[in-house]
């Protein structure tokens, strides 16, 4: 980690979904908001702000990880994947955003984001998980609209699709 005057700005390099990208900050611009208003990666969305509802969860070296939580400058020089990095380039969705789609597992979609990449992360490392690990990972993210049935029923679908 660089040492820096609080009122410094830095330059952060990063690979954002693959594509080499770099913005001056302050160094005590959280991860979330570097997306979102220098990157324009405006698909992660921030809700509470400190660690709770996980909707602001991006992958940083393929590891899920808060964005809330982490400062830009934690992310320097590291691949980051947000949830515009899942949908192929001709916008087709890929498998776990087709189970969201066909089952109705969003209604506002201010969750989706950061239970995609969430699971994204999980289910490659774990890819035929019990409904128990699902639920389990499920409980890091608050969904408002859904009941959870929907998002339950979408990630059963996309694990037997495998
Ligand atoms: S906005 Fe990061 S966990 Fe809620
Ligand atoms: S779909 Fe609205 S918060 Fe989850």
Redesign the pocket.
């Known amino acids: 980690m660089r040492r820096v005057n609080k009122d410094q700005k830095v330059r952060i390099s990063l690979t954002l979904n693959g594509r080499k990208v770099s913005a001056e900050t302050e160094p005590r611009t959280l991860l979330?908001d570097f997306l979102r208003h220098s990157l324009a990666a405006t698909g992660t969305?921030?809700?509470?702000?400190?660690?709770?509802?996980?909707?602001?969860?991006v992958q940083i070296d393929g590891a899920a990880v808060?964005?809330?939580?982490t400062l830009a400058m934690q992310a320097e020089g590291r691949d980051v994947r947000t949830v515009e990095s899942l949908a192929g380039p001709d916008g087709k969705l890929n498998k776990l955003q087709q189970a969201f789609q066909n089952n109705h597992a969003l209604q506002c979609g201010f969750c989706t984001p950061?239970i995609l990449m969430s699971f994204t992360d999980f289910l490659s490392r774990n890819p035929k998980p019990t409904e128990d690990e699902l639920r389990e990972v499920l409980s890091g993210h608050i969904c408002r609209c859904t009941g959870y049935a929907g998002i339950m029923a979408a990630l059963k679908e996309a694990v037997a699709a495998d």
């Open positions: 979330c969305h921030v809700g509470c702000e400190h660690g709770v509802c996980g909707c602001c969860t808060r964005s809330c939580l950061g």
